[in-house]
């Protein structure tokens, strides 16, 4: 089945690994509190047709697999404002896939919205990301609830890896101007700065592809 909903986050990056795990003392340090942190590791396949057909139409295909599952994901692809706060629409839905080349879904897959967009052309894998996240909830006692992320990032491309750390920020509850107050309580703090490219145009760039 395929679930459909609205992504409200602040993305940051963080200068180091080092760094980048001081972020649930950063944020206790401003006054908020935070749950037991938990880990996930996960391997993104970023797939799009030989002539990028769903990047065109303003989409990012991400086959995620993580635990033994997989979960193919559309997610539009939107500005971020200056400050890194992003707004996207995202479909998911979970799949069977056991690793090969093959990459062939069911016309029905993610609402119907995929196929139009592959046709009869192939699903070829772009470019790869393998996350490790430690992930833990901010609360505060006006009813903000968000989930936080510290991501260690490596992006692989046919002849080309790079590395990095960022923030995510998720909203889970309550409105978009608390989200930005925390945001910015945390770059006041750290002087990280907010992340302008998502992870896939990040991965576009090195794979070649722009």
């Known amino acids: 089945m395929t679930a459909s909903s609205h992504e409200i986050e602040a993305k940051l990056v963080a200068p ?10 950063h944020i206790k340090a401003l006054g908020y509190q935070i749950s037991d942190v938990r880990r996930h590791v996960t391997l993104d396949h970023y797939l799009d ?32 404002s200056p400050d890194g706060i992003a707004c996207r629409t995202e479909l998911e839905q979970d799949v069977e896939w056991d690793g090969g080349v093959e990459l062939d879904f069911d016309d029905g897959v993610l609402g119907g919205k995929l196929t139009p967009l592959v046709g009869d052309k192939t699903l070829w894998q772009l470019f790869h990301i393998r996350q490790d996240r430690m992930q833990f909830d901010i609360v505060t006692e006006e009813g903000l609830k968000l989930e936080a992320s510290m991501d260690q990032i490596r992006w692989e491309g046919q002849d080309a890896v790079d590395l990095g750390f960022e923030v995510e920020l998720e909203l889970k509850e309550g409105s978009e101007n608390d989200l930005r107050t925390v945001s910015k309580r945390l770059i006041d703090r750290t002087d990280w700065q907010p992340a ?3 992870k896939f145009e990040r991965g576009l760039g090195v794979a070649g592809l722009v």
Do not use: C, V, Y
């Open 49 to 80: 047709t030989p002539d990028l057909d769903i990047f065109r139409d303003g989409w990012a295909l991400r086959l995620r697999d993580s635990a033994g599952k997989q979960q193919l994901t559309m997610k539009a692809l939107s500005q971020p």
């Open 16 to 25: 180091s690994a080092d760094e980048l795990l001081m972020l649930p003392e």
């Open 196 to 198: 302008i490219a998502s």
